[in-house]
């Protein structure tokens, strides 16, 4: 699905350590928040990046770890790629990742932390 915000077409990709999805719909976001919280055995994250940063956000992902949701947003800092994240529930995570997707709207980060460098 290609979405048109302020005559830029915007196209995603929603992707799993298995396979990835161009140009994904609200259904296949769905299915994946699904499968990432649910069963954690089978997938170990999902990621929905867009073709163009989204206010200065060039991807969302969530993880599983040990049962609380990891949710993650890629940003850069001083020209440099880094990760802000937070736990979150369900619901919450769905939300981020479809009014991203169907909106634009980004997390509002305050209650992120920047995630350490290994």
Known sequence: ?????????????????DFQIT??????????TDMVVHDEEEYEFIVLSA??????????????HKGDIIFQAGIKIDGKPEVMETIVSKRKCYRFLR?????????DLT?????KRM
């Not at 140009?23 to 994946?32: P, Q």
């Not at 989204?54 to 969530?62: E, P, R, T, V």
């Not at 009014?99 to 997390?107: H, I, R, S």
């Not at 209650?111 to 995630?115: G, I, K, N």
């Open 51 to 64: 073709s163009e940063e989204i206010n200065g956000i060039s991807f969302l992902q969530a993880t599983r």
């Open 99 to 107: 009014d991203y997707f169907l909106e634009g709207k980004t997390p």
């Open 111 to 115: 209650d992120f932390t920047l995630m």
């Open 23 to 32: 140009d994904c719909t609200l259904d296949n976001i769905k299915e994946f």
């Open 1 to 17: 699905m290609q979405v048109c915000r302020k005559d830029i077409i915007i196209t995603y990709t929603l992707r799993c350590q």
